[in-house]
């Protein structure tokens, strides 16, 4: 099946800088990309998602991109602030009515 | 609360004791999976169903079981063959053909 690798598993960045998390995926029929966030104690939320008929997508201060060639995505966070702070999932996912598999995680921490 | 109600908030168990997760939605998806959440492991599925009275096993379906007698309810119950069940559960459904995931605030699992 599926396996996702998620970099780094924590990260700190002073609020205004960029945060970016890395993921890498092993199955190439893979062509859905979400991204959660998931605050402390709470249900993950959707917060943008790629397909693989795109390189990129930005919603406001967020963007992924993606390589198909590579099998890799990324998620990028500009002008961090204090809110931003939560554990970031990516996931794969091979049509809609397959599974998610997910990546393991990474806590962001943004420093006021 | 988002259309999918996970109940319990806590639930404490007893060694040797069966228990049962509740996870009832109204958005009349189809697809209902579990996962389960614990640190540094990312989300994995124990079972998911794609239509009533059918359900699959996930990658960690054992001492885990369900039913699915009603498009609206996914019921886990957590048995005594599971030996280390304490972590954080999540429910999450969709439509069969859509790719989002809308998640349930989760049940958090304790043995005692």
């Known amino acids: 099946g599926e396996n996702v690798e998620q970099h780094p598993s924590t990260l700190s960045v002073q609020e205004g800088d960029s945060a970016v998390i890395k993921c890498t995926y092993s199955?190439?029929?893979?062509?859905?990309f979400p991204w959660y966030k998931q605050e402390l104690g709470k249900r993950p939320q959707l917060i943008i998602d790629?397909?693989?008929?795109?390189g990129e997508k930005k919603d406001q201060r967020i963007a992924v991109t993606l390589n198909k060639t590579a099998k890799h995505f990324s998620l990028h966070i500009t002008e961090t602030q204090p809110e931003d702070s939560a554990v970031y999932f990516c996931?794969?996912?091979?049509?809609?009515?397959?599974?998610?598999?997910f990546g393991t995680g990474t806590s962001l921490t943004v420093i006021p | 609360d988002g259309g999918i109600t996970q109940s319990p908030k806590y639930l404490f168990r007893k060694e040797g004791q069966n228990v049962t997760l509740s996870c009832e939605q109204n958005l009349n998806h189809d697809a209902m999976y579990w996962y389960r959440q614990d640190p540094g492991q990312g989300l994995r599925l124990i079972y998911y169903?794609?239509?009533?009275?059918?359900?699959q096993k996930g990658d960690i379906a054992e001492g885990y079981s369900v039913s699915r007698e009603k498009k609206e309810s996914f019921p886990l119950t957590v048995t005594s063959a599971q030996k280390n069940p304490t972590a954080f559960y999540l429910c999450?459904?969709?439509?069969?053909?859509?790719?989002?995931?809308?998640f349930g605030s989760g049940t958090r699992l304790t043995v005692v």
């Open positions: 199955d190439s029929a893979s062509n859905y």
């Open positions: 169903s794609q239509i009533v009275n059918d359900f």
């Open positions: 999450a459904s969709r439509l069969t053909n859509y790719y989002g995931y809308t």
């Open positions: 996931a794969a996912s091979i049509s809609p009515g397959n599974q998610f598999y």
């Open positions: 790629i397909r693989s008929n795109v």
